[in-house]
């Protein structure tokens, strides 16, 4: 069994930084996706970036260049380094984690992940 647990939320200003972390425990596996996504109020939930067992990332359009997606196995962590922030990156913010599977292709769809986080909030002010 798998658990994930975010932290590193808060409230900076518009062009600030924010670093998220999300601590796995439980059962270890070597093939894996873990991705970070945000759904702020209203909005449909949107994957953000994705980290493949391996090293292999990938980043939505609107995070490129200011966001950057990084894990330490030997501290079972994954990370969102978030620079630039702007008011539009406000949102609740996941992690989410596949067993045994890659999702190269399918990264961006939430119901192809088996482990989620509670969420950690981000809010960005003007």
């Known amino acids: 069994q798998v658990q994930l647990m975010e932290s590193g939320g808060g409230s900076v200003q518009s062009g600030g930084s924010l670093r998220l972390s999300c601590a796995t425990s439980g059962t270890t596996y070597t093939t894996y996706s873990m991705a970070w996504f945000r759904q702020a109020p209203g909005k449909e939930r949107e994957g953000v970036a994705v980290?493949?067992?391996?090293?292999?990332?990938t980043y939505a359009d609107s995070v490129k260049g200011r966001f950057a997606i990084s894990q330490d196995n030997a501290k079972n962590t994954m990370f969102l380094q978030m620079n630039n922030l702007r008011p539009e990156d406000t949102a609740m913010y996941y992690c989410a984690a596949t067993v045994g599977r890659r999702l190269y292709y399918s990264w961006r769809m939430g119901d192809e992940y088996d482990v989620w986080g509670q969420g950690t909030q981000v809010n960005i002010s003007s």
């Open positions: 980290i493949h067992s391996g090293g292999l990332t």
